[in-house]
Every structure is written in C-alpha cells, then in structure tokens.
C-alpha cells in the first residue's frame, strides 16, 4: 500500500472509517482519543492524494469534524446518510416518529445499567460494551424498535452495539456517490475499516480493482483482500503515506 500510493499518489482515493479504525476503541463512545498528531497527519496525506482522502462512519458528520479540527475532511456520515464532498452537502433529519422512538429506547434503557444510547440525529446506538450480559434481551428490544420505525428505518450489528440506521444509505452506496465527483472520479479505492458495517465498501473497493484492509484479529469473516491487526498499525501507515 505504502509503495503503491506514494509512487503513483493521482491514482488512488482513501476512504478510512473512524472507531476501530483510525482511533481504538473504548469503552464508551465519548472516551475515544485522538492522538495529537493523526489530524494534520491526515491533512497532509490528504494534499498528497489531491484531495481524494475520504472518512467514512457511523458517527456523525459533526462528531466526526470535532474529531479532527480544525481540518474538515470530505466524510460519510451515519453509514452514508450525511455526506459532504466537492459536489455538495447532503443530510437526512430524523422525522417527528423517530425522535418519539429515540425518546423511548433512552428511558427503557435506564432497566440496563451499562447500555448506553447514543443519539447521532438521524440515527440511534444502543451500546452494550459495558454490558454485555444484556446483549441478547438488547438485539429483541432492538428489533421491535426496528419494526416500530419502519421500512426507513434499517437494525446494524456491529461491534458491542446495535444501531437503528436509515435504511437506504450505506459505506457502499457512499463511496458510489464520492465517485460521482472530483477529486475522487476515476481513482482506484483503498478502503479500510474494522466492523461489519464496512464489508459494503469493501465490496465497492474490490469490483473497482482497489484494495480492501479489514482491521483486527483474523477470525471475523470479512470481502476485504488484506489485513492490519490494529488501529495503532493503520496510524503507522497514515504517518509514513504523510512524511
């Protein structure tokens, strides 16, 4: 990756998710660290590739730019409900219903000590890091909230969480939308990430020829072509692609 990129740098996009990612995970979702150095690291990485450097989450766009300021980068948000590129800004809002239903997953979930819920607008996580011995009554109240949200509305597995999540936007479909504009239009995708919400743009990274990284200790099944044990590592490659 290292050789590829530096070697032919107007070739290549980035599209890198956050948690587990970029940053190590943590036992809760606010007590994630950015080291001091990743966001001008990402900032020049991002000169490098022309602009064509991509963050693409379940966080929201917000969140994600109080991560990294004082750079705003293009981002994905919430799986692809939000994103912001050089074509433009575009955000879904969560409806009246969906906030009632918001409303009454925080106050059933004060019955779990540990669940955590974390509202990201158009979204809602239910955390159960803290908790795992609630996971399997958390996954049945998080399919009835599903089925109370409808059919815009879509349940994510990931990593100690469950997420409600619109249904008609993922990293897939948010990588396709990049690609619609420069500086990403007719460049190779690298994409890298560490949960199953990611195996959408490995998808999309591999049927346009690119290279697909899934973070992590090999076990979980997984599209992507290649492999990084850890966040720390993905940080390593970051910090040499930006010297």
Known sequence: MLSMVLEEPDRWAM???????LLNLAPTPDAIEVPEALPGQLHRLSNKLG??????TGRSLAYADALFKPFAFPTAGLHGAEIRSAAGMHTLEATP????LKHAL???????PGVLIEDKGAAVA?????????????EERMRHYAELAGPNWALQLGKMVFELRPARSSKGDALERFFQSDPFKNRCPITIGDDLTDESMFAISNARGG????????????????R???AAL???VIAALAA
């Open 15 to 21: 599209f890198l998710d956050i948690d587990g990612t």
């Open 51 to 56: 602009g064509a450097l991509a963050l693409v």
């Open 97 to 100: 219903e969906f906030q009632a």
């Open 106 to 112: 925080t106050a059933e979930a004060e019955h779990y």
């Open 126 to 138: 239910a955390h159960y890091r803290l908790a795992p011995e609630y996971e399997k009554v958390l």
């Open 211 to 226: 290279v697909s990284v899934r973070v992590g200790a090999i076990g979980a099944p997984s599209c992507a072509t290649s």
């Open 228 to 230: 990084l044990s850890s």
């Open 234 to 236: 993905v940080r390593n």
